[in-house]
C-alpha cells in the first residue's frame, strides 16, 4: 500500500495520426517558435524516464500481438523500428523544445474545453482544483481523453477493426479501474491518518492548524461528453483532495514536503499512460473525423 501514513496555435487534433497498443506516439510537429523540422517530430511531450517507459511498453506489446498472433512478424517489427525512431527523435530535443511540446499541448487542451461539440449530450461539471500540480495534468490529458472517449463512441468503428477496438476498450477499463482504487485507497488511508492524527494532537493539547487553499489553481465549468471522462475526472479532482490532507500534515509538522511530493510523483507517473494512450488514440480519431 502505498500512501503517506504511521506554443503555436492549431487546429482540434491536427498534430498528426497515431495508433494505440505499440504503433505511434504523437507527431507534434511544429513547436512553439513555430519551426517545423524537415521530418516529423515524434514525442509524447514527457520527460526521457517517463518516455522510456512507454516506449518499452510499447515493445512489450509489439511482441505480445505477436506472439498472440494478432500481427505479423514483420507488422511487429514495424511497431519496434516505430518505437526506436521515437527514442532517437525525443532523446535529440534539446529540453526547452520538449518543454514547448508540453506548453503547446496544454493550449490546445484549454481551447477544447471552450469548444461545444454539436449534437453531442453532456453532463456539466464544476472543477474546482486547489493545487498547482494538478492544473497541468488536467490541461494536458483531461480535455482530449473527453474528446476522445465520444469519438470512440462515434468513429470507433471506422477507425479500429472490431477487436482493436474491443483491445483499446479493455485497456482503459482495466487502466482507470487500476486508478480508482488506488486513488479511493489514497483518500481514505489519508483521511483517516489526519483524523487520528488531529485527536491525538487535542488530546495532548498541541496547537492544531487547518490550512485551506483560498485561491484554487484551477476553477471552471466543464462539459464531459461519457461516463469515461467524468470517472477520469472525479479521479484527478479526489487525489486534489486527497494533496489537500497532505497540506494538513505538513503544516502540523507530521510529514516532511518531500514525502508528499514523492507521493504526488507517483499518483502522476500512474496516470501518465492513461494521458499518452488517450491523447493518441484522440489522434487516431480524429483522421477519421477529418476525413469524413
Known amino acids: 500500500m502505498s500512501t503517506i501514513n504511521e506554443e503555436t496555435k492549431i487546429a482540434d487534433g491536427d498534430t498528426g495520426t497515431a495508433a494505440l497498443n505499440g504503433s505511434i506516439l504523437p507527431d507534434d510537429v511544429a513547436l512553439a517558435s513555430g519551426t517545423i ?22 515493445e512489450g506489446d509489439a511482441a505480445i500481438l505477436q506472439k498472440e498472433g494478432l500481427i505479423s512478424a514483420s507488422e511487429a517489427q514495424d511497431k519496434r523500428d516505430q ?16 518543454a514547448a511540446i508540453v506548453r503547446r499541448r496544454r493550449e490546445i487542451g484549454r481551447e477544447l474545453l471552450d469548444r461545444q461539440l454539436s449534437g453531442a449530450a453532456v453532463v456539466s461539471a464544476a472543477v474546482r482544483l486547489n493545487h498547482t500540480r494538478m492544473k497541468p495534468l488536467f490541461e494536458q490529458w483531461w480535455p482530449y481523453l473527453n474528446r476522445m472517449s465520444i469519438n470512440m463512441q462515434r468513429f470507433g468503428r471506422s477507425t479500429f477493426t472490431a477487436q482493436d477496438q474491443g483491445a483499446v476498450s479493455d485497456w482503459f477499463e482495466k487502466q482507470i479501474g487500476e486508478l480508482e482504487s488506488y ?14 492524527t ?8 498541541d496547537v492544531v492548524f487547518k490550512p485551506s487553499v483560498t485561491k484554487p489553481s484551477l476553477e471552471i465549468e466543464v462539459e464531459a461528453y461519457s461516463r469515461f471522462s467524468m470517472r477520469l475526472l472525479s479521479l484527478i479532482i479526489k487525489f486534489d483532495r486527497v494533496m489537500d490532507h497532505f497540506d494538513f500534515l505538513v503544516w502540523n509538522g507530521i510529514r516532511d514536503q518531500s514525502d508528499v511530493d514523492e507521493e504526488t510523483s507517483r499518483f502522476l507517473r500512474k496516470f501518465h499512460p492513461v494521458g499518452v494512450r488517450g491523447y493518441t488514440t484522440h489522434l487516431r480519431l480524429m483522421t477519421t473525423v477529418r476525413g469524413r
Open 83 to 98: 518505437v526506436e525512431r521515437t527514442r532517437k527523435l525525443f532523446r535529440d530535443l534539446p529540453p526547452a523544445e520538449r
Open 183 to 196: 486513488v479511493n485507497e489514497q483518500l481514505e488511508v489519508a483521511g483517516g491518518f489526519r483524523e487520528r
Open 198 to 205: 488531529e485527536s491525538e494532537m487535542v488530546a495532548r493539547g
Open 37 to 58: 523540422p524537415a521530418g516529423p517530430l515524434v514525442t509524447d511531450g514527457a520527460d526521457d524516464g517517463e518516455l522510456e517507459a512507454e516506449l518499452s511498453r510499447m
